[in-house]
């Protein structure tokens, strides 16, 4: 049975000030995405300074890179093992009052990618002092914009990432505020949902609000297309098969008494499946557009396949849990509940075996209970030394038993 070092707790409390010192650096100094230019500058120069070999800035944009090679004996000598964190921040103004808040006037990291980066680094800092813990190569990956759509992930692989050397399998974790502090969580199959959008212009013919016989309303128009894509759900799916369609925006007109010519609808769409993915933007064109003609308007659709649903092996959610069981205890390793957010990590599982975790960062206690994309989100920072104990546990457990 392969377990890991006995020593690794404590080489992480060591080092945990200097983790929590990394992600408050980080947080005080958020960038947008593809706009990581000096979050990677920090993490090349952490990472030289580690020694991590074959560094590369500037892949995909702001994307960096390292390889760890391990010197130690075992099956998983010939492997390559890709571990990613994204780093980009978002549009937001923190509200939080504490030393670390953002220094840059509406942006803030609001989903803990700061976190992210500074468990990433901290792995790769006890990882190069375990090279002889492990054959095999890790392929650290700190990937630009997985806020923004069509993301980071997508352009790297593009760029070659997943190759030179080739990977053979990848891990990647997400800080929780819904999961509590001390829990890991994890399951095989889809977790989260692919996201996609639209943005649809209804056309129709503008003129004065108190004569409506004489235009074509789009607002009304569009009044029906909003409710009737909500039957997609309600009434053309299995209850038991989870998608959503929403419309986030409705814009159209400025003045009360003016009927406009055009109102436009914007909207998410998620699902777990290809086909129904298909299947979703497929009727959501047929109802918009039957809609329209029947009321005397026409419909312009963009609709935008953006990340596809993120998807976790088997054989690596195992080695992850078994981890994950070593370090917190097997009451507090949980089973994943799919929820409906998108994640471009995605792109990487499509590619090879993975595994996407997530690390319980919620402690009501300190008030520490704001949901993800909210201007007070912050974690308990202890969270950061387990998702680094699990990451760096399930390295070497990967490398055992490849």
């Not at 557009?289 to 596809?308: K, N, Q």
Request: proline residues 6%.
């Amino acid at each position: 049975m392969v377990t890991a070092s006995p020593t690794l707790h404590d080489a992480i409390d060591e080092i945990l000030p200097g983790l929590v010192a990394d992600r408050r650096h980080l947080h005080e100094h958020p960038e947008l995405g593809m706009q990581e230019v000096e979050t990677a500058k920090f993490v090349a120069a952490r990472l030289a300074q580690l020694g991590v070999e074959d560094i590369r800035t500037g892949v995909a944009n702001t994307g960096v890179t390292g390889l760890i090679r391990g010197t130690g004996s075992g099956p998983g000598g010939a492997k390559v093992l890709l571990v990613r964190a994204d780093m980009d921040a978002l549009p937001i103004e923190e509200e939080n009052d504490v030393e670390y808040r953002s220094q840059t006037p509406g942006i803030m990291h609001a989903c803990g990618h700061d976190g992210h980066t500074a468990m990433l680094l901290a792995t790769a800092r006890l990882l190069t002092g375990r090279r002889d813990e492990f054959a095999g190569t890790v392929k650290l990956v700190f990937q630009p914009s997985e806020e923004m759509p069509p993301g980071g992930a997508r352009p790297m692989i593009d760029a070659g990432v997943l190759e030179d050397p080739r990977v053979d399998a990848a891990l990647g974790l997400h800080l929780a505020q819904e999961q509590p502090l001390g829990t890991i969580a994890a399951a095989a199959g889809p977790t989260m949902a692919a996201a996609d959008m639209f943005f649809m212009t209804i056309k129709g013919k503008g003129g004065h609000g108190a004569m409506p016989h004489t235009t074509v309303d789009p607002i009304v128009a569009g009044a029906q297309i909003v409710s009737a894509l909500q039957t997609i759900v309600s009434r053309e799916r299995d209850p038991l098969t989870p998608a959503v369609v929403t419309v986030g925006a409705f814009l159209a007109g400025s003045a009360p008494n003016v009927i406009p010519d055009t109102a436009t609808l914007r909207g998410t769409v998620r699902s777990f499946s290809a086909d129904e993915r298909q299947r979703l933007a497929d009727r959501i064109r047929e109802l918009s557009s039957g809609i329209a003609t029947a009321m005397g308007a026409e419909v312009e659709l963009d609709y935008v396949f953006g990340y596809p649903a993120t998807s976790s092996a088997a054989e690596m959610v195992e080695i992850v849990n078994a981890a994950a069981t070593e370090v917190v205890g097997a009451e507090n390793v949980l089973v994943k509940v799919p929820t409906m957010g998108g994640e471009d990590m995605s792109y990487f599982l499509n590619e090879v075996p993975g595994a996407f975790f997530h690390v319980g960062s919620r402690n009501p206690e300190r008030g520490l209970v704001w949901g993800h994309h909210h201007p007070k989100f912050d974690i308990d920072e202890a969270a950061l030394g387990i998702g680094v104990e699990v990451m760096v546990a399930s390295v070497l457990r990967y490398f055992a038993t490849a």
